[in-house]
């Protein structure tokens, strides 16, 4: 017998923790998962799964009022808080009892409450320790709110999905994704939206004319931008109005401040102190390519060690992290061709290297670009445009990148990663058959290069 209670103890039962712990006890491992809060972590109960729900219901109203273009006339419209936050409740209960079952069928065992390392074997949960061969540091993140006067005030992406009613008026703080996204659902269902960045131009990371076009396309939508503009403090009146103060001299009486300015590793508390565990300057776990930290019996993926903080790579590294310990393979998990989505209003989705990124590590790079009215939108005359992107080493003729901003842009995405992580060409695409009329069809008709690097 063993001298631990477990081969593996996860702490976290988001989706890196819950794969890694399934397919360990798929393979013959006795296994244990620490939970605080709610099976399937962020992702299910306040990430992907709601924020995906909450922008197909902000979707409707533009619906709505491009119906009359297709000859439809709805009646009064009218819509109602409330039953989309009961509705999106029940559906996260349903997966939290989905995850429930899938851990107890693979023979996991559930143990409610917080985790503390006491040592590189040995966890502490309330009053209770556990001991294990190896253990897994599957946290993730938590929202980080700056230290502004009046931030109290405000709320994170958490609260966003639990509020009571809808505020009139909002202001979103923040650049990143989760911030452009909250933008388009609060915008969608009616409230008056004021993004703030401190920056030139938000999303940064992502290409360029990506970047550059949708802050072009949110105005269209109603949505206020505020560029290089940042919060210094927020003042609470009687009546709760929020007022906001910019360091461009403004104010903004809103409902509601919500920051989205980032998230960092929910390390505290974990006792890492007791271990050798390292944490980066940006606070994240330190990890060889095998997930291990320097103290050999802990490892550690997803969110809590970034610098890739999405559910299908914490998924992929859960899986190889079981199958390579107790599956006896050796696997490693490729980040090179990651399909990115940013469910904004229009939506916006990239695979592979930018223009900016391509044009260091390559010599000679061709860049194929067309920009267009999407063809649903041309009877109900809405003013909003499509645009679509390759990038091409002109060497090997190898695609670097595939962008986009327009309807669906996730789903097309999704197809070109798997283009792309074949080692799709230029040719390849070019003798690609379409499927007319759609969207995606304009990747495999851009035929002249915009630009070519280096000519």
């Not at 069928?105 to 949960?125: C, F, K, R």
């Not at 560029?227 to 709760?240: G, L, V, Y």
């Not at 939506?347 to 390559?362: D, H, Q, V, Y």
Request: hydrophobic content about 40%; charged content about 25%; aromatic content about 8%.
């Amino acid at each position: 017998m063993s001298q631990y209670d477990y081969d593996l103890l996860v702490i976290g039962a988001g989706s890196g923790g819950v794969r890694a712990s399934r397919f360990a006890a798929q393979f013959g491992a006795r296994v244990g998962i620490i939970e605080e809060r709610y099976l399937g972590g962020t992702c299910v109960n306040v990430g992907c799964v709601p924020k995906k729900l909450f922008v197909f219901a902000s979707h409707y109203r533009e619906t709505f009022h491009a119906a009359p273009g297709y000859g439809w006339h709805a009646g009064a419209i009218k819509f109602d808080w409330q039953e989309l936050r009961a509705n999106k409740d029940r559906e996260i209960e349903r997966l939290n009892q989905v995850y429930d079952k899938l851990l107890n069928t693979a023979g996991v065992e559930i143990i409610n409450g917080t985790g503390s390392l006491v040592d590189g074997h040995t966890v502490a949960v309330g009053e209770n320790t556990y001991t294990a061969e190896r253990i897994l540091i599957a946290v993730g993140g938590w929202p980080w709110m700056p230290e502004v006067p009046g931030v109290e005030h405000a709320i994170s992406s958490n609260e966003a999905f639990y509020l009571d009613s809808l505020p009139e008026r909002i202001v979103i703080v923040g650049g990143g994704y989760i911030a452009v996204e909250f933008a388009g659902i609060f915008n969608g269902l009616g409230v008056e939206t004021h993004l703030c960045y401190r920056g030139e131009l938000f999303l940064r990371g992502f290409d360029e004319d990506l970047r550059t076009h949708l802050a072009q396309e949110l105005p269209k939508k109603g949505i206020h931008l505020h560029f290089n503009t940042d919060i210094t403090r927020i003042e609470k009146n009687a009546d709760d109005v929020l007022t906001v103060h910019t360091d461009q001299g403004n104010t903004l009486s809103v409902g509601q401040v919500m920051y989205a300015t980032g998230r960092k590793p929910k390390t505290d508390g974990l006792g890492l102190e007791n271990t050798a565990v390292r944490l980066s300057d940006a606070g994240r776990i330190q990890v060889n390519e095998e997930f291990q930290t320097d103290e050999p019996s802990i490892y550690a993926l997803g969110d809590v060690t970034g610098p890739d903080e999405l559910t299908p790579v914490a998924l992929a590294q859960g899986m190889a992290l079981a199958r390579n310990l107790f599956g006896g393979m050796n696997e490693r998990v490729d980040y090179r061709h990651i399909p990115t989505a940013v469910f904004s209003q229009p939506p916006m989705a990239s695979c592979g290297l930018t223009e900016e990124e391509a044009r260091k590590e390559c010599v000679h790079v061709d860049i194929y670009r067309g920009a267009f009215r999407p063809m649903q939108y041309t009877l109900p005359d809405l003013d909003e445009r499509a645009l679509v992107k390759l990038i091409v080493d002109r060497d090997t003729d190898r695609v670097l990148g595939c962008h986009m901003v327009g309807p669906e842009a996730g789903e097309i995405m999704q197809g070109l990663g798997v283009a792309m992580t074949a080692g799709a060409t230029k040719a390849d695409f070019d003798r690609t058959i379409g499927i007319h009329p759609t969207l995606a069809e304009e990747f495999v008709t851009l035929r002249q290069p915009v630009a070519r690097v280096n000519e």
